[in-house]
């Protein structure tokens, strides 16, 4: 079992920032492993929005290439942050961490929901125009 834990949400205004952190802990948790960052919004499907993998690197979405940056925590490996810069009102949603045990080659093959085993419980991002 992994358990993950997503903070770092909030309400900014369009052009702020924010930091997302996922702490990942449990019996079974590896390192190695895969951690990709999802968002849904309201009325809309979970959708990818980057991933960081020791196979694959780093990928982005398009809406989100430029503006975000997902990072390890290079101590502790087991924390995982999103930078998310210029937030825009179409970026709001609730925020979901995912793990993912299998090590592909290629980002693509993380942009499917269905692909990690756990998730965290999502943390809301409002961004007001």
């Known amino acids: 079992q992994v358990q993950l834990v997503e903070s770092g949400g909030g309400l900014v205004q369009a052009g702020d920032s924010l930091r997302l952190s996922c702490a990942a802990s449990?019996?079974?948790?590896?390192?190695?492993?895969?951690m990709g960052w999802f968002r849904q919004a309201p009325g809309k499907e979970r959708e990818f929005v980057a991933v960081i993998s020791w196979s694959a690197g780093s990928c982005y979405s398009e809406s989100m290439k430029g503006r975000s940056t997902i990072s390890r925590d290079n101590n502790a490996k087991n924390t995982v942050y999103l930078q998310m810069n210029n937030l825009k009102p179409e970026d709001a949603a609730v925020y979901y961490c995912?793990?993912?045990?299998?090590?592909?080659?290629?980002?693509?093959?993380?942009?499917?929901?269905?692909?990690?085993?756990?998730w965290g419980q999502g943390t809301q991002v409002t961004v007001s125009s």
């Open positions: 449990g019996r079974t948790f590896r390192d190695t492993n895969t």
């Open positions: 995912g793990y993912n045990r299998i090590l592909y080659s290629s980002c693509t093959d993380y942009y499917r929901e269905g692909g990690y085993d756990y």
